[in-house]
């Protein structure tokens, strides 16, 4: 039986390998260059691709894409309704040789709602400001950002450390990614968080918290807000 299984895996390691191998490369020529995308007005943004997203808020809306000149192409960005979309086009089953970091700069006014697939860090060059702000990520890389709101809901589930300043009334976190989230200097007034996933919660909470959380990560308040646990013992 465990001859069995031990060829089983090989085969399927071989596979693996010829498949890899069998994959096209698209490689940067090395030929850096910044293209800016005219948008139109936009309330919520979805990202997906390989690259690194820079937010910040201004009187205009633009997109710039600073990636080689010969990737330039492989990108798609439209809007649709009051929705901006970016994403890679024609990447799947390639693999990407880059020869620098492709960026992407996004200058909002407002933002309802950000959704978050991208392989690569998410960053704000500045403190930002919201009404009320809904996340999605499931981006692999670091989230940073500063940031001012009346309520945010955060549904996380990527690979990567997220880290929030800033302030808001009130906020909302499901988080069932993998790496810690630090929002020790994001203070909210109350803050309900389920911390499900793999790595370690810091958050600042000061009028009140709600906690679910386990053994593979645990919340710590930074605040004064006491803590009600809802966590359930499965027997």
């Not at 090395?30 to 979805?46: A, D, Q, R, Y």
């Not at 990737?71 to 901006?84: A, C, D, M, S, T």
């Not at 670091?142 to 709101?149: I, K, Q, R, T």
């Not at 968080?193 to 009028?207: L, P, Q, R, W």
Request: hydrophobic letters at 40%.
């Amino acid at each position: 039986m465990y001859k069995t299984v031990l060829a089983a895996a090989f085969v399927f390691a071989a596979a693996s390998v010829n498949a890899q191998k069998e994959k096209e490369t698209i490689e940067g020529n090395g030929k850096l260059v910044t293209k800016e995308i005219p948008v139109s007005s936009f309330e919520l943004l979805k990202a997906s691709g390989v690259y690194e997203l820079k937010l910040s808020q201004g009187g205009k809306e633009l997109v710039k894409i600073e990636a080689d000149e010969n990737l330039q192409q492989y990108f798609n960005v439209h809007n649709e309704g009051k929705q901006l979309v970016i994403e890679m086009k024609d990447i799947k089953d390639k693999n990407l040789k880059l020869k620098d970091k492709i960026r992407v700069y996004v200058t909002f006014k407002n933002l309802k709602e950000m959704d978050l697939k991208t392989v690569g860090n998410v960053a704000a060059e500045a403190p930002l400001t919201f009404s009320d702000l809904a996340i999605t990520n499931k981006s692999v890389g670091h989230v940073d950002l500063n940031l001012s709101a009346n309520t945010i809901n955060l549904k996380n589930n990527s690979v990567g450390e997220v880290k929030l300043a800033g302030k808001a009334q009130n906020a909302v976190v499901t988080n069932h990614g993998v790496g810690h989230l630090q929002a020790g200097s994001f203070v909210v007034q109350t803050m309900s968080i389920d911390n499900s996933g793999v790595g370690n919660a810091e958050v600042n909470a000061e009028k009140e918290l709600k906690v679910k959380d386990n053994m593979l990560g645990r919340v710590k308040n930074k605040g004064i807000a006491p803590v009600k646990k809802n966590n359930k013992v499965v027997i």
